[in-house]
């Protein structure tokens, strides 16, 4: 459908197409939710009533054309009804990251000019109510959950269920204004501001038409062939554009149903209950369900334990084949079927994931064998490349070319170019965005004339299968000092492909090798710990066991090896590490909110050791500041112990793998 | 300055009313006094535990009662609770005078309570003890219950709904069928504060609820605390040792030492009263 097309038959808004969904489908249902251990179900009909009765009361409060609401929560259904109600008001909503400290939120909220915020509860409140006093354009805040807040100041705050009695009550007086809104609406508007939560410096605000979103939803919907019989679970941040295609974009365009889970604790489980049929998550979900799998198959019976890895060896066999586009023989066609009965079946079940028709992961690297696990048991995991610049979707995997170092094939509608002196991944497509909010400057450097954007990714196109892979930040490669390569997140990546290893960062731009920060898998290696009557009070006495220092410093080895048959990055060998003190934590600035490793803070912050790696030395003491939940400082003091690592030439390599 | 003897205080609602004013009591929640407790003098042979004590605890406050080890918190909460008989003195629970009753006659008339050293029922699951708390609620008799049809299981409805919205205020649904006897000590806790919270009390006593936690724990807690008594108009009375947590949460505070009253007053006013410095940090011979 293009953009006339949908404008014609008044798809071209979510408000407008809210209406259409509760007109075609308006008895399945939209939104669920599990409450009071119960799932409670919203029919489109009823999230169009709900809406409306929302965009009412947020008129009737005083909301105009034009301004921006915060909303602020985990997936909750009337949170995002809340977005498609400042929409029908003419306002824009904007999402926040709900785990932010009161800190980083005052910035964007004075940075978005939010005239309403929609908190969820009592906490984000008084998130919000904490530096009040910075942000002159708040008028009203709104909260979900009332509890605690009964005796609050109630002059400027209101119950979201009060608003919307407000606005079924204001039905006559205020009707026409808000039909003659959502009618004014055009898909060209803006649709939603979704903030970055940014690698480097403040985040910055992305301007998102309907158009954009939209566009971008049905034609990665066809790509799969979505329909409003599927279903997904929405627990990712609110505030992440992936969300807001998925559970928001697709779901609005397709009519299919989104569920939320119970708390974020509980969402393994309320996935089992739920069996969705289309299926989102970053790798590091991936890895935590075949982790806690993993330390229950340790606990199974022998029967079982000997059973569970027969079969998944007859499933990798099969997968194998399968990649290869062989016929696997018969006795294995034939054992995959029993496996299926006996162990991919219930195992897919528990996992809730035997649903599953389309599985995507993105963000960050995922591990072969990881990938390969989930595909060997019949899960349709695929991955999809994209930015919110994008609205996500650049290139996916299509069904039936489905390979773990490309990224897929661009999204209909996406055009990709390389640049050929610096391998820089550029794009242009229909979800491209409007600006980056209130920055120019910004927006030029991102986004030129013709509406190519840079993703600041280093990338080629695969000559074989026509995908595109991705090597690095093209900010982060950079060359040893002797001239060779340097690609830190391919070798990162490749160290957290080991269970012990959760994230490492390696140094080595403009040095005479690498080196590199290791922090371990506290769930894995505690595990490990447990089961070798090793004591340990916390993370950092685990860290600098010396043990746990061998288990790594063999990891590191391993990769060193593997590395050096890369034609390419066999200078990246890691000759010196350390294993952290502190896990390296967003609260405390080293990692995004995505978890995405930031560099160059880690860099400044830990420059003590960095040089303590280079210079030689065999352990270092320092001092680490951190921050805890509630926002207070403390420090952490250790003395980190730092070990050399075996390097192979490229000859020795070849003749140990041989 | 310390307020008057609240048992003459309360029979005159007008005098109530300035002291509240006084001690920037918000008179919005504080009712009148819901326990009075008269006199109370409890021994065991020998061993004086409680001595001639007497103070009140009223509608909607949380009331903490504090004091050094051995002080006789736990007595005077076993005595409330009616698991300890004093020999003299009388308890009056809204304006009746209590005669001498079993626990579970207590519980009936809407008085629960948590454990110093957690009491739950280790291999049943966070659900399952939390139901156990609604067992005074019960109506039906074993027979119905056995048979589980019709009327208790209408009636077993009615309750899960009260547990789930209990399981929902306390944010523990991750747990919901997990034994709690494999939970962490922080959150059984919180599982116990579930279970007499699932009895609707009037009254609710908690011994130590902060034991052995950690901060972040302890301010969880707190919440909770403060939310119970906000959102469902529960009169707490509490025994803690962290002062900085009672200093923060209680309306009004009562200090024992050696099993007499030496303080009774608002966090502020405990604070500066010397006999309590002098139980708390010693005091000099000479």
């Known amino acids: ?92 909503p904007v999402p926040l990251y709900q785990d932010s400290v009161a800190e980083e939120m005052a910035y964007v909220l004075d940075h978005a000019e939010a005239r309403f915020v929609i908190a969820e509860d009592q906490e984000q409140v008084d998130k919000v109510l904490s530096v009040v006093d910075r942000l002159p354009n708040l008028a009203q805040v709104i909260y979900l959950d009332p509890r605690g807040l009964r005796n609050y100041d109630h002059t400027a705050l209101h119950a979201l269920s009060d608003v919307c009695a407000e606005g079924r009550a204001a039905e006559s007086r205020l009707a026409r204004e808000l039909d003659q809104r959502i009618a004014a609406g055009k898909g060209s508007d803006v649709c939603v501001m979704l903030y970055t939560s940014g690698t480097t410096g403040k985040p910055k605000g992305v301007v998102l038409t309907h158009d954009n979103i939209l566009i971008t939803a049905r034609a990665s919907a066809g790509f799969d062939r979505l329909t409003d019989t599927d279903s997904m679970l929405a627990y990712l941040p609110m505030a992440w554009v992936g969300d807001f295609i998925f559970s928001m974009g697709q779901a609005y365009v397709t009519g299919f149903c989104v569920a939320c889970p119970e708390s974020a604790e509980t969402m393994l489980s309320d996935l089992k209950e739920l069996g969705p049929t289309y299926f989102f998550a970053p790798p590091r979900i991936f890895e935590t369900l075949l982790t806690t799998l993993m330390i229950r198959m340790e606990d199974a019976s022998p029967l079982k334990r000997r059973m569970f890895h027969f079969f998944v060896g007859v499933a990798r066999r099969v997968a194998a084949a399968r990649k290869a586009h062989e016929t696997p023989s018969a006795a294995d066609r034939l054992l995959y079927a029993l496996g299926e009965l ?59 070319a489905v390979e773990l170092e490309s990224v897929g094939v661009p999204t209909p509608g996406v055009e990709i170019r390389i640049d050929e002196a610096t391998g820089e991944v550029f794009y242009r497509s229909p979800g491209v965005f409007q600006e980056y909010f209130k920055s120019p400057e910004a927006t030029a450097e991102t ?127 890691i000759t010196r590490f350390l294993v952290l003190h502190k896990e390296l934590d967003a609260d405390d600035g080293e990692l995004t909110r995505t978890r995405k490793v930031r560099r160059r803070i880690i860099a400044e912050k830990f420059a003590d050791l960095i040089d303590a790696l280079y210079g030689g030395k065999d352990s270092i003491y320092t001092e680490t500041e951190v921050t805890y939940e509630d926002g207070r400082k403390g420090k952490i003091r250790a003395t980190l112990e730092i070990r050399d690592v075996k390097t192979f030439p490229r000859a020795e390599a070849a003749r140990q793998a041989a | 300055m310390s307020l008057p003897p609240t048992a003459e205080a309360a029979a005159d609602d007008q005098t109530y009313a300035v002291v509240e004013e006084e001690h920037g009591l918000s008179p919005r929640r504080v009712g009148p006094v819901v326990m009075d407790i008269r006199n109370i003098t409890l021994r065991f042979g020998g061993v004086v535990a409680i001595k001639d004590i007497s103070f009140d605890i009223r509608e909607g406050e949380i009331r903490a009662i504090i004091g050094p080890n051995g002080a006789g918190k736990s007595s005077m909460l076993n005595v409330i609770n009616g698991f300890y008989h004093p020999q003299e003195g009388e308890i009056w629970f809204r304006g009746e005078k209590r005669g001498s009753m079993k626990p579970h006659e207590i519980a009936k008339q809407g008085i629960a309570r948590t454990f110093q050293n957690i009491a739950l029922f280790k291999g049943m699951t966070t659900l399952d003890n939390i139901m156990t708390g609604r067992l005074t609620k019960m109506r039906r008799n074993m027979f119905w219950q056995a048979v589980w049809s019709g009327p ?47 009895a609707e009390p009037q009254l609710l006593l908690l011994d130590e609820p902060m034991a052995g936690m950690n901060v972040e724990e302890k301010e969880d807690m707190s919440r909770f605390i403060l939310d119970v008594n906000e959102e469902f108009g529960t009169t ?41 410095i002098d139980a708390y940090l010693g005091v000099a011979h000479d």
């Open chain 1, 1 to 92: 459908m293009t953009a006339p097309q949908a404008a014609a038959e008044g798809r071209d808004t979510f408000p407008k197409l809210l209406i259409a969904n509760a007109r075609e489908r308006g008895h399945l249902p939209a939104s669920r939710e599990k409450e009071y251990g119960i799932w409670q179900s919203w029919s489109w009909a009823e999230v169009a009533g709900e809406t409306r009765a929302m965009a009412l009361g947020l008129i009737a409060l005083g909301l105009e054309p034009g301004q921006r609401v915060a909303i602020i929560g985990t997936n909750r259904p009337h949170l995002y009804w809340s977005m498609v109600a400042a929409q029908m008001a003419g306002a824009i």
């Open chain 2, 152 to 198: 208790a299981e209408a009636e077993e409805i009615e309750h899960r709904e009260k547990v789930e919205k209990i399981i929902d205020f306390l944010e523990i649904q991750h747990i919901r069928k997990t034994p709690v006897g494999r939970l962490p000590y922080g959150l059984q806790k919180r599982v116990e504060l579930g279970r007499a919270l699932a």
């Open chain 2, 236 to 276: 707490i009375a509490l025994i803690e040792h962290d002062m900085g947590v009672v200093m923060d949460i209680s309306d009004r505070v009562v200090v024992l030492d050696y099993g007499r009253k030496i303080g009774d007053g608002t966090p502020d006013e405990v604070r500066t009263n010397q006999d309590v």
């Open chain 1, 342 to 400: 006996l162990v991919y079946g219930p195992l897919k079940n528990n996992l809730g994931l035997s649903r599953v028709r389309v599985g995507y992961t993105a963000g960050e690297a995922i591990g072969p064998d990881l990938f390969e696990f989930y595909r060997s048991i019949g899960v349709n995991l695929k991955q999809l490349y994209g930015q919110t610049e994008a609205s996500v979707f650049i290139t996916q995997h299509p069904d039936d």
């Open chain 1, 447 to 573: 986004k030129d004339a013709e509406g190519w954007v840079a993703t600041g990714d280093a990338g080629f196109f695969d000559q074989r299968s026509g995908q595109l892979r991705i090597l690095d930040r093209a900010k982060d490669v950079g060359r040893l000092a002797d001239g060779s390569l340097f690609a830190p997140k391919y070798i990162e990546n490749k160290l957290k492909f080991y269970p012990n290893i959760l994230e490492a960062v390696v140094f080595g731009d403009g040095r005479p090798s690498c080196m590199a920060f290791v922090n371990i898998d506290l769930m894995a290696v505690g595990n490990w710990a447990e089961r070798n009557n090793i004591a340990y009070s916390s993370y950092q006495e685990l860290a600098a066991h010396p043990r746990v220092y061998e288990m790594i410093e063999r990891n590191i080895e391993e990769t060193n090896r593997s590395l050096a048959d890369d034609p390419m990055l066999s200078g990246c060998q």
